[in-house]
């Protein structure tokens, strides 16, 4: 009786991962996942509790958050400036080389814009904070008070550009489905920090000349 739950369940969570996979979250329903799976969606409810419960328990297993390795932050406290904005930069770059080649990230990230009730997952909500105190502890070595925002900004643009490549969209005349598409992006935020190091050059030097007046 066990093994019958058991292969029921799995045949459940392989179907929603073929939806997703194919047609994206939106079109995970209760129906359509039954059908696929060839069970009675009754089944969906005595097992999972519905279909929220069934989705949960598939993003429990198959993991819907990518993470680059974490900035050294300890080791850019005594770092050129330049190592400073080059290390922020390969964070970004590898963070959204893994959201690109992770369909189910992109899928939960997708969903979750859409939805008017946030789909819980633990470890995109530790990811979260673990970013947001490397952004602080980021911004005190610089002596900038407006980190997050300008995090912020990069990162939900390059999600939207992410997004927008997975449905083979074009902005601008850029074919974001394409590597060159994409390496355009990337170059364009490559010179984007180099504008912020600049900006920030200007400001430390000119602080610290006031200081010394």
């Not at 893994?98 to 814009?113: D, E, S, T």
Request: charged share 25%; glycine share 8%.
């Amino acid at each position: 009786m066990q093994r019958g739950r058991e292969k029921t369940e799995q045949r459940l969570l392989e179907a929603v991962g073929q939806i997703i996979t194919n047609d994206g979250l939106d079109q995970v329903r209760i129906n359509r996942v039954a059908s696929r799976a060839g069970v009675n969606k009754i089944l969906i409810y005595r097992y999972f509790g519905g279909l929220s419960g069934l989705i949960e328990t598939y993003y429990s297993i198959n993991k819907p958050v990518v993470s680059a390795p974490a900035i050294d932050v300890e080791r850019l406290k005594d770092a050129p400036l330049t190592d400073f904005f080059e290390a922020c930069y390969g964070f970004m770059i590898d963070e959204f080389r893994l959201l690109r080649n992770n369909v189910h990230a992109q899928q939960f990230i997708k969903a979750n814009l859409l939805s008017n009730n946030c789909l819980h997952n633990t470890l995109a909500g530790e990811k979260e904070k673990k970013l947001q105190a490397m952004v602080d502890d980021l911004a005190k070595i610089i002596e900038l008070d407006n980190g997050r925002p300008f995090a912020a900004i990069l990162m939900s643009g390059m999600t939207m550009l992410t997004l927008m490549a997975q449905q083979k969209r074009t902005i601008l005349g850029i074919d974001l489905a394409s590597e060159e598409g994409w390496q355009q992006i990337e170059v364009s935020l490559g010179r984007l920090f180099h504008g912020a190091y600049l900006y920030t050059k200007e400001r430390l030097e000119a602080d610290s000349a006031e200081k010394s007046v």
